[in-house]
C-alpha cells in the first residue's frame, strides 16, 4: 500500500508539474520569438519593396542579410544609386561606390604624416592626413618601432582632382572596368576624406605590405589605436574593392574595435547602425 501510495503522489506532482512548466514555457517562446522579430533594428519600413525584391531574388539569404544588403544599396549595381555624404567630416563617414563626397570637399584639419618618416619613409615625406589621425598614427608607429621595423604612409590624402587624374589614367590606360576594380572614382575616394592610408612596412612597398614577416602582428594592433583594415580578403562584393592589404582607415578606437568584433566590413556596419 505504502509504495502504491508514493507512486500516485509521484504522478500527481508529475502531472500538475506537466501542466504547470509547459504552459509557460510555450508562452516564453512565442514572446521571444515576436521580440526577435522586432528587435532587427537595421529595418526600414520605407525600404519594404526593396527587401521584398531582394530576398525574391537571394532566396538563401537571411532577412538580416537581405536588411543589411539593401542598406548597403546592393540591390543597386555599384555607382548606379549615388548618395551625397551630408557628415563627411565626422569620423564615422562612409565614401563608396554609392556614398559619394561633395566635389569641393577639402579637409581643413590636414597635417603632414610622416614627419619622422624614418629609413624608408623619406620619399613620401609630403604626405597628409586629417589631424585626428596623427596622434593615433605616431602611436601605432611607435609600437611597430619598438618591435623592430619601421610604419610609413605611402600615400594618404589625395584631393578630388589629384583622385580624378589617376582614375582618368587607369582608363585610358586600361579600360573603365579594370579602374573601377582598384581605382575609385573621383569624389568616392577614401583618400579624399584624410581618414584613408596606404601603409609601408620597412622595405616592403604598399603592394608587397603583407609578405613583411610582422605583417599579422601589425593588422592585430590596429584597431587599438583606432584603424581597421578597410578592403579585406573576399568582401570584394560588399566593399566594391579587391583586397588590399594596405589601405587603412581611421574610425577612432571605441568604433574600430566594435567593428572589429562584429567581423563585419565598415560598409556593412554602417548599413546597420548609420544607413
Ligand atoms: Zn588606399
Redesign the pocket.
Known amino acids: 500500500m505504502k509504495r502504491k501510495q508514493i507512486v500516485l503522489v509521484f504522478l500527481i506532482v508529475c502531472i500538475l508539474g506537466f501542466l504547470l512548466f509547459i504552459p509557460k514555457t510555450k508562452q516564453k517562446e512565442t514572446k521571444t520569438s515576436t521580440k526577435k522579430k522586432t528587435t532587427i533594428s537595421y529595418y526600414h519600413k520605407e525600404y519594404k519593396e526593396r527587401y521584398n525584391n531582394y530576398q525574391k531574388s537571394h532566396p538563401d539569404l537571411t532577412k538580416k542579410e537581405v536588411y543589411t544588403l539593401v542598406n548597403m544599396n546592393r540591390d543597386y549595381d555599384f555607382y548606379q544609386k549615388i548618395i551625397k555624404q551630408e557628415n563627411p567630416n565626422a569620423l564615422n563617414t562612409l565614401v563608396n561606390k554609392y556614398y559619394q563626397l561633395d566635389e569641393n570637399y577639402e579637409p581643413s584639419d590636414l597635417v603632414e604624416i610622416n614627419t619622422s618618416p624614418g629609413t624608408y619613409g623619406t620619399p613620401y615625406r609630403k604626405h597628409t592626413a586629417r589631424k585626428v589621425v596623427y596622434n593615433d598614427f605616431q602611436a601605432l608607429k611607435q609600437a611597430c618601432t619598438n618591435k623592430g621595423f619601421e610604419l610609413y604612409v605611402a ?1 594618404g590624402y589625395r584631393s578630388t582632382s589629384w583622385q580624378k587624374e589617376i582614375y582618368n589614367h587607369m582608363v585610358e590606360t586600361y579600360s573603365v572596368e579594370r579602374a573601377d576594380e582598384t581605382c575609385s572614382r573621383p569624389s568616392h575616394s ?2 579624399t576624406t584624410g581618414l ?3 601603409i609601408a612596412l620597412d622595405q616592403y612597398k604598399f603592394e608587397d605590405v603583407e609578405k613583411h614577416p610582422q605583417y599579422t602582428w601589425f593588422l592585430n594592433q590596429l584597431s587599438q589605436y583606432g584603424f581597421i583594415l578597410r578592403y579585406p580578403k573576399d568582401k570584394e562584393n560588399l566593399t566594391g574593392y579587391s583586397y ?1 592589404a ?2 587603412i582607415r581611421y574610425v577612432g578606437k571605441k568604433l574600430a574595435k566594435k567593428i572589429e568584433k562584429s567581423g563585419l566590413t565598415f560598409d556593412e556596419y554602417y548599413a546597420r547602425y548609420y544607413a
Open positions: 600615400s577614401e583618400h584613408g592610408l596606404d588590399e594596405w589601405h
